[in-house]
């Protein structure tokens, strides 16, 4: 991602930011034209009312480490630099926060669609378990991690000794909450290159996390054929946790794009995932290694004579220290504000 370094703060916004230099590296984002930029303010602005509320619910269970990282992610991009019709920031790389959250989608479809595109029949495949409370989240997840490793590592030894199949694919880590029956299910999103290796995976799965008790039946385990590679890697990558969700997932209805009727923001119980998340991989490959990357080193220069914007919460957008013009001219949608405003549960987990 492109950033910036500060390196002198001489002059005053009369001369321009002309004596005062800074350092940016990569290419930047263009600012004419672009409608990621709307989309941007608007992870910016829900980003924002979410890591608040859960600073507030981490305050009240005594977490002080996290506290420090949803205030960095409060802070992530608040400061731009552009220069020559390009923009430059630093980001915070959490994954609760909805804009690194999109830039790292970005990176990830950049990074693993040339393979996945040349896979002949790629199956998306889903393995969870049995739901869980609060209190059994981190020892669930682990439990899922650990048996994922599992797997891999018994398949990897039976292909070696020519008795099986190789395991391949990419994964992705979620977890969705259920706020009628208080319950967590957190699961497993697969891309592999064939149905056979996908039943394969599902077979295996059942087979471990049933090994003392039963956890895992038919129900919650899916797989079909990629029907578009793109968007179906999207679909693998998009989060690891809903931000905006509806009360019961289970019954959830359809709904057209921009549609979201009766949604809300259960802060408690994304601070309860994002903490059982610590310490893990969201996003992995196994089976296979990716290319060595021919990009060039990103170059680091310094500038002088660029505009500096900062974000103004209350009108959720960056304005130009200068001229306070708005970058943007971003406008939250009426429903999303009324949710934003009234719908955040600090108390259901």
């Given at each position: 991602m492109d950033s910036i370094y500060t390196l002198a703060l001489n002059g005053t916004s009369s001369f321009s930011n002309k004596l005062e230099t800074t350092v940016i590296t990569g290419t930047g984002t263009p600012i004419k034209n672009n409608p990621s930029l709307l989309k941007r303010a608007n992870k910016k602005a829900i980003t924002n009312q979410l890591v608040l509320a859960m600073i507030d619910v981490a305050k009240e269970k005594g977490e002080t480490e996290i506290i420090k990282r949803y205030y960095n992610t409060f802070h992530c991009q608040t400061k731009l630099i552009s220069k020559d019709?390009?923009?430059y920031c630093n980001w915070c790389k959490n994954r609760w926060c909805a804009t690194c959250c999109g830039i790292r989608k970005a990176m990830m479809i950049k990074k693993y669609y040339p393979i996945l595109s040349q896979w002949e029949e790629p199956h998306l495949l889903t393995i969870t378990l049995k739901s869980v409370?609060?209190?059994?989240?981190?020892?669930r997840v682990n439990q899922m991690v650990l048996a994922f490793q599992r797997i891999k590592d018994r398949c990897n030894k039976r292909h070696i000794r020519g008795k099986g199949m190789k395991i391949i694919g990419i994964k992705s880590l979620e977890c969705n909450?259920?706020?009628?029956?208080?319950?967590?299910?957190p699961h497993y999103h697969l891309i592999v290159p064939t149905r056979a290796i996908g039943l394969y995976i599902k077979q295996e799965w059942k087979k471990e996390l049933n090994k003392n008790e039963f956890n895992v039946g038919e129900k919650g385990q899916h797989i079909r054929a990629v029907k578009?590679?793109?968007?179906?890697?999207?679909?693998?990558?998009?989060?690891?946790?809903?931000?905006?969700?509806?009360?019961d997932p289970t019954h959830k209805r359809k709904r057209?794009?921009?549609?979201?009727t009766g949604l809300q923001?259960?802060?408690?119980?994304?601070?309860?995932?994002?903490?059982?998340?610590?310490?893990?991989?969201?996003y992995n490959r196994f089976g296979f290694k990716l290319p060595k990357s021919e990009m060039a080193a990103k170059s680091a220069r310094v500038v002088d004579d660029f505009e500096k914007w900062e974000y103004n919460f209350k009108l959720m957008d960056w304005i130009n220290n200068d001229t306070g013009r708005m970058l943007t001219e971003y406008e939250m949608d009426s429903y999303l504000e009324f949710i934003l405003n009234t719908q955040i549960d600090k108390e259901l987990c």
């Open positions: 019709g390009r923009y409370k609060a209190k059994d989240l981190d020892s909450f259920n706020a009628t029956k208080r319950t967590y299910n578009e590679t793109k968007r179906d890697l999207v679909e693998v990558i998009k989060y690891g946790a809903k931000i905006l969700s509806d009360p057209k794009k921009g549609d979201m923001i259960y802060a408690n119980a994304l601070h309860t995932i994002y903490k059982a998340f610590d310490k893990h991989h969201l």
